[in-house]
């Protein structure tokens, strides 16, 4: 079974770019969330995405967005990048059973570098 | 708001028995996970706790008090592959984890 896949793996950007990153869940997962991941502040939440409505958010701007694809598929995208925004961002899928672990199966992650 | 608080940094020897403990403040809260991750590479998840007490996978393990708005994860014999950073996180709903900043854990010989 293929895990999550993200595209791409690394690129680098200047300032006031926008990108877009790229995640293919587990097949059958209907759940993806997107997590920024940098050494002062951690793993933190951007948005979680289920049957292509997302249904929670993080306390990111809105240069922060994202969608998902009636496969599941979901891309992020970051307008007018910033420095700050450097970061490794993870997507994660999950089956999002009802009282389920909450276990999320990462991808390896798109580092970003903004120049 | 939520808020995690574990250790920045664990040694311990090969075979030895290390604990990791995490407290959290949390508005929502399902359940308690825990995650690792090796340098470069992606977490994974190791365990869950969605109600107190004790949750035993191989030789890691893990447990919850929701009355004390703690946990921990005990490693038991070490070893150097062990090396790594350990996350707890709160399941808040909607597969939403809020994690700690981590703890790495380094094994030596």
């Known amino acids: 079974k293929a895990g999550v896949t993200q595209t791409p793996r690394y690129l680098i950007k200047t300032r006031g770019q926008q990108v877009t990153l790229s995640c293919s869940p587990i097949?059958?997962?209907?759940?993806v969330s997107w997590y920024q991941q940098t050494p002062g502040q951690g793993l933190q939440f951007l948005f979680e995405?289920?049957?292509?409505?997302?249904?929670n958010k993080g306390n990111f701007p809105g240069r922060f967005s994202g969608r998902q694809f009636s496969n599941s598929r979901s891309e992020m995208n970051v307008s007018t990048l910033e420095l700050g925004d450097s970061a490794l961002y993870l997507c994660?899928?999950?089956?999002?059973?009802?009282?389920?672990?909450?276990?999320?199966?990462f991808g390896e992650g798109s580092r970003l570098t903004v120049l | 708001g939520q808020s995690l608080e574990q250790p920045s940094e664990v040694t311990a020897v090969e075979g030895a028995i290390v604990q990791i403990n995490c407290t959290y403040q949390?508005?929502?809260?399902?359940?308690l996970s825990w995650y690792q991750q090796h340098d470069g590479g992606a977490p994974t998840f190791l365990s869950y706790?969605?109600?107190?007490g004790l949750e035993e996978t191989g030789r890691f393990s893990s447990f919850l008090s929701r009355s004390d708005s703690y946990g921990y994860l005990l490693l038991q014999e070490l070893q150097m592959k062990d090396s790594a950073s350990y996350f707890c996180?709160?399941?808040?709903?909607?597969?939403?984890?809020?994690f700690g900043k981590g703890t790495m854990l380094l094994v030596s010989p």
């Open positions: 706790n969605g109600l107190d």
């Open positions: 097949s059958g997962h209907r759940s």
């Open positions: 995405y289920f049957s292509e409505t997302q249904r």
């Open positions: 949390t508005s929502g809260f399902y359940g």
């Open positions: 994660a899928s999950s089956l999002a059973l009802a009282g389920g672990t909450g276990e999320l199966f």
């Open positions: 996180a709160v399941n808040s709903g909607y597969s939403t984890l809020t």
